[in-house]
């Protein structure tokens, strides 16, 4: 069965950093992209970043020159790292795989969140 686990969320001080990897398990034949979106109190969820797997990324605006996102398509693993971490980035973080190929067919995966808070 396939699972992704989402681990580095924590308390940080604004201006700090906090390095998020998510892993896929299971039997994964290919994983299409992979990505980081986050809910933040009171509002919608939004793609944080996403990553394509020949490697093209893409940033929503508030985070662009601070967070960058890689994978390690060897240990079906995304990483994400956030630096200059504001107040507003405040919010869980999930992971996403988007048409990942298991004995099971194809799928999209979440992570179960975790918890970045970022305090002024």
């Known amino acids: 069965q396939v699972q992704l686990r989402e681990s580095g969320g924590g308390l940080v001080q604004a201006g700090g950093s906090l390095r998020l990897s998510c892993a896929a398990s299971?039997?994964?034949?290919?994983?299409?992209?992979m990505g980081w979106y986050r809910r933040a109190p009171g509002k919608q969820r939004e793609l944080v970043a996403g990553?394509?797997?020949?490697?093209?990324?893409q940033y929503v605006d508030s985070v662009k020159g601070r967070f960058t996102i890689s994978r390690d398509n060897a240990k079906n693993t995304v990483y994400l790292q956030m630096n200059s971490l504001k107040p507003e980035d405040t919010a869980v973080y999930y992971c996403?795989?988007?048409?990942?190929?298991?004995?099971?067919?194809?799928?999209?995966?979440w992570g179960q969140g975790t918890q970045v808070t970022v305090s002024s």
């Open positions: 299971g039997s994964i034949f290919r994983i299409n992209a």
């Open positions: 996403n795989a988007e048409g990942l190929l298991s004995p099971g067919g194809r799928g999209d995966y």
């Open positions: 990553i394509t797997g020949g490697y093209s990324t």
